[in-house]
Structures are given as C-alpha cells and as structure tokens.
DNA sequence: TGTACATCAGTGAACGCGCGTTCACTGATGTAC
DNA sequence: TGTACATCAGTGAACGCGCGTTCACTGATGTAC
C-alpha cells in the first residue's frame, strides 16, 4: 500500500474516533468514575477484549479522553480570540473567557473531567501537562498584546493610580508570578500576571459553580452575572475599557 | 427507660456517626462515586445488610455526608468570623475566607464532595440546601455589618470615586443580586452584593484550582498567593484596609 | 418486681448484576519476493 | 501477477472480583401491665 495511509490504519484511526466518541458519551451519562470499557464496547457492537488493541487499558482511554477535553476548550480560546484584531485587547479578554464558557456548559462532563474532583485512583501522566496549559496560554497572550500595545496600563478605574505596574507582591508569589508570566507572558511584570491569575481563577470558580449547580436559586439562568463579572475582572486585570 | 436516651438509641446513635467516619475515610481512598455500603460494613465488622438499619440505601448516606460537609465548612466559617469583632470588617472578610480554605485542606475529599464535579445519578434532596448556604451566609454576614457600621463604602482604591455603591447592574442581574442580599444580606445595594459574589466564586475556583491539582508547577504552594489574593478581593468587594 | 409481648439490631444466604483483563483462536489485510 | 508469510483486528470463553438490596431468621433490649 501506499499514500502512507493503508486500508487497516484508515480504519484503525476511525474507530479509535468512535471509541472515544462513544466513551464522551457515557462520561455524560455516568461520570468519568464509572466509564466502563465493556458498556462502550457494548455499544459498539463490539466485544469487550477488542478495546484492548486501541487503548491498552481503561486509564489509557480516560488519559485519551482528558487530553482531547484540553485540546478541544484551547482551541476555541484560541480561534475566538483570534477573531479579534491584537489591538482591541479588552475585547479579546472578553471573547476569551465567553469561548471557555460556551465550551464548558456545551460539555459540562468533558468540562468536570478535567477541572472537577479529580478521578480517584486516576493519576495523570505526564503527556497531558502541555494539552492542560494550552487555555492558560491564551489569556497569557492577551494580557502580553495588550501590555505590549500600552492597552494594559492600570487599576480598575478612570482617575484611579495605576495600581498592578508598581504593586509589589510578597515571596514566594513575586517569584511564582514572575515564572509564570515568563512562561505565557513574556514581559509582563509580576504584579500584572498576578492579577491576571486572579481573574482566572475567578473565571473557572464562576464556571464551576454555574455547572455544578451551586447557582440554582440564586443567579440562576447565570448569563447576565458572567458577563457582567467578566468586564468586572478585565477592569480588575487592567484592561482599558 | 428515661432520660430521653436508652441504652438502643444510644448504641444507634454511636454506629451512626461510625458508619458517618468510615464512609468519610473511605471517599479519601475512592472517591464518592465508588463509596460502597459493603466496603464501609465491613471495615466496621459488620454484614452489609445491617447498614440498612441504619441508612435506607447509599444515597441517604451520601446525603448524610453531604449535608455533615456544609455544616462542617459552615460552622468553621461562622467560628472564625465570630472570633474577630464586628468593627473590624475587614479582618472578618479574611478570617472567613482563610477558615474556608483551611477546612478545605483539611478535608480534600469532603470538599470535592460538595464543591467538586456532581456524584453522576445522585440527586441531591432538598435537605442539602439550608446547610449549603450556611457558608454563604457567613460571608453574607460580614458584608451586612460592615455596611452598616460604614466600613463597606468604595472602590477599591484611595482616591477613587465610590463605585459599587452607584453602580447600576443590567438585568437580570440587578434582580438576582438583590434577592441574594435581601437573603444573606438585608439592606446591602444589589451592586455591592454582586461584587461579594465575584469575590466568592473567586475565593472557590482559586481553592479548586489549589486542590484539584491546577496549580502544580506554577502556584504550588499557593498560600502566598491565595492571602494576596483575599486581600485584593477585599479591596475589591470595598472593605476598607 | 415479674411476666408477656413488641420492637429492634444484626446475621447469613441469596439474587442478579457489572466490571477489567487475559488468552488461545480465526480470518482478513498487508508485505516481500 | 502470484504465492508464502507476517501482521493485525476481532471473537468468545473464562478468571476473579465487587456491588446494592432483599429476606427470613435469632436473640437482645425495651415497654406495659
């Protein structure tokens, strides 16, 4: 065969698709604890023995699975903040932390699988560090364009000092921050990365909390609130409005 | 028998909050969701059967655990606001913030039971709302009094206008926040309930993100970064420094 | 205080179920000459 | 183009395990008279 693409690999690929697909599916049903392989299987058509020549064995498919989850939510981060011209970095913050949103309640199970309880007995490997850091690496880059461009220049409101650029932050956060701002937003000073972190926690709190139904009865549908505290926390951030 | 108590109620009792224990050291080792009523039994040297007496099936008792967890946070929360006095709104805001972290180191699993990703096919009864507020109102609480006593007023800077106090929300926001503050707060603005509840999501995605590993290598140890943080929410909710 | 009866805790066997993983196998697909 | 061999996907049976829940039972504790 030729074209670097037999029959079998073409096939192979295909349903190595489908057993994850289907494995989404009843991490939605069931939660991330109990994907069973032979209910996949099952579902399949399949038998249970056959998984075993594409995931060799259940925490494999569950690594699979998680590595996809941060994959799928970077990439939205990426392409909506993409959509928006480097120039306009508040309302890159603003497509940013609406496309981490959209993705989480548009998956809520994929979303609890990697930033819910962890699995118990579940440890992660290694290969899904990078997939993990890849939505990070998005607001990182916003906060370096607008650094960069002087759309990143102060506190939360007109007349108000520019408070993040001479805040000085206690050890070991200085150093903390500082590491991580060189890792996704080279440049920018401690005290500006550290308020960006700040908001990102803020951001999967509110996140967390709408899916798992802390809201219910209170700021439940959670729309208004979201967006409301999104620009709240991009003028906490710095972002000129 | 007298005195309220024979002998039998006070055997049931005791196994009660035995059975309680050891399902709580066993959500450390599993997980909710694999919480098994025979693995509990038999760590108490008891036949599974006999746990019925006791609790109706495994939901009553993840319930029961539930419900222990809210009252546990809730009582540690209310303990360390109730240790600093009322006038001093802003040691309160930081005593309670750090008592909900702490339980929550202290008892990961508890944690990840009612703030983690749902137990999949468990409904949480109506039981489990009055002591899932318990925490929220604490903070609630010390938002209360510090309005009234004045220390709640701004901004979050020396020399900014007074900003939560005029703010105006969108609805249904504005709705929502004044319900919320009419429940745990009576008489505090909508605006400045809602910039409690960017603090509170806050203050919980930064602890998740803490205990569900978000943070190894970047954060790790986070206690810097997490009284920092409490500090710039303070400032941010408008409690005067 | 003593007896007769009712309540309740705990037992042990059973029902019916699902799980992850291994293994020897058949038969189809791909490769080398 | 044709044949011989190697690779691989999928099968079906089995191993050993654990689970929640029900049920008829024994024996101890509590209650009423």
């Known amino acids: 065969m030729s074209a670097s693409q037999t029959a079998r690999d073409r096939a192979r690929a295909e349903l190595t698709g489908e057993i994850k697909a289907e494995a989404r599916r009843q991490l939605a049903a069931a939660g991330a604890a109990q994907l069973s392989l032979r ?3 099952r579902e399949l058509g399949m038998v249970s023995s056959a998984l075993y020549r594409y995931f060799p064995s259940r ?4 690594t699979a699975l998680i590595i996809d989850a941060y994959d799928a939510l970077g990439e939205q981060a ?3 903040v993409a959509a928006v011209s480097p120039g306009r970095g508040r309302d890159r913050w603003r497509a940013c932390c609406h496309a981490v949103r959209d993705w989480a309640v548009a998956h809520p199970h994929e979303y609890a699988l990697i930033y819910g309880s962890p699995v118990p007995g579940y440890q992660a490997p290694i290969q899904t560090v990078a997939p993990a850091a890849r939505a990070a690496a998005v607001i990182g880059g916003v906060l370096h364009d607008a650094w960069a461009t002087g759309e990143l220049t102060a506190g939360t409101r007109p007349g108000e000092p520019p408070a993040p650029r001479s805040e000085t932050l206690p050890e070991p956060l200085a150093g903390q921050a500082g590491l991580v701002a060189a890792a996704i937003a080279p440049g920018v ?8 972190l700040v908001a990102w926690t803020q951001l999967f709190g509110m996140i967390s909390f709408e899916l798992f139904g802390q809201f219910v009865g209170s700021l439940e549908p959670a729309a208004a609130f979201f ?10 951030a710095g972002l000129r409005a």
Chains 1, 2 share one sequence.
């Open 227 to 236: 967006a409301w505290t999104v620009d709240q926390m991009a003028d906490y």
């Open 78 to 80: 990426e392409r909506a």
């Open 59 to 62: 925490d494999d498919l569950l």
């Open 39 to 41: 209910a996949v299987a």
């Open 189 to 196: 000073p401690a005290a500006v990365m550290a308020r960006g």
